[in-house]
T-cell receptor
Framework: GQSLEQPSEVTAVEGAIVQINCTYQ??????LSWYQQHDGGAPTFLSY????GLEEKGRFSSFLSRSKGYSYLLLKELQMKDSASYLC???????????FGRGTQLTVWP | DGGITQSPKYLFRKEGQNVTLSCEQN?????MYWYRQDPGQGLRLIYY???????QKGDIAEGYSVSREKKESFPLTVTSAQKNPTAFYLC??????????????FGSGTQLSVL
């Protein structure tokens, strides 16, 4: 089976750095992605990691360790608009499917 | 502009009624997906289709049906057999399900409620 675990919520202040973790167990692995979803909106793609290491995209970075079944999303210089739910998703044994975690609700305070 | 269009944005279902949620994409994507989102539950896969005239059940297919007669369209019917249909439904597509780093594009969702 497939399972992904994320903390349910995280809070931080504007300008700070926050890390959102995701641990997974899958019967196969073809990469891990992160998506951002604002309240009532559609998820939008943030990043993809297929190999171990850090991928950086502006204020957002994502890290993957396949041996540990672990990923994190790092958000720097937090802004109020970053308040949203962040979902990790894994491609498991069936290449056509993505499995999603429950999402981590990030609240950024002024 | 290319994208995925879901309609309606809000839908109400009476007991015993079947309702159909529309999903249309003009991205020329091969694969399309339907997800259900409940508060605190994340996204759960209902059905997916990797090619026209073919589709597979996801994790929670009971009480739902789909068709994929055209590449652009993947409608979802919520049947009367689905006893707890109230949820936010998201349609998504990807250019090729066989490419590992492809990203999913999502529609804006349909909120279905029971009267």
């Amino acid at each position: 089976g497939q399972s992904l675990e994320q903390p349910s919520e995280v809070t931080a202040v504007e300008g700070a750095i926050v890390q959102i973790n995701c641990t997974y167990q899958t019967s196969g692995f073809y990469g891990l992605s992160w998506y951002q979803q604002h309240d009532g909106g559609a998820p939008t793609f943030l990043s993809y990691n297929g190999l171990d290491g850090l991928e950086e995209k502006g204020r957002f970075s994502s890290f993957l360790s396949r041996s540990k079944g672990y990923s994190y999303l790092l958000l720097k210089e937090l802004q109020m608009k970053d308040s949203a739910s962040y979902l990790c998703a894994v491609r498991g044994s069936t290449l056509g499917r993505l499995y999603f975690g429950r999402g981590t609700q990030l609240t950024v305070w002024p | 502009d290319g994208g995925i269009t879901q309609s309606p944005k809000y839908l109400f279902r009476k007991e015993g009624q079947n309702v159909t949620l529309s999903c249309e994409q003009n991205l020329n994507h091969d694969a399309m997906y339907w997800y259900r989102q409940d508060p605190g539950q994340g996204l759960r896969l209902i059905y997916y289709s990797q090619i026209v005239n073919d589709f597979q059940k996801g994790d929670i297919a009971e009480g739902y049906s789909v068709s994929r007669e055209k590449k652009e369209s993947f409608p979802l019917t919520v049947t009367s057999a689905q006893k707890n249909p109230t949820a936010f439904y998201l349609c998504a597509s990807i250019s090729s399900s066989l490419t590992t780093n492809e990203k999913l594009f999502f529609g804006s969702g349909t909120q279905l409620s029971v009267l």
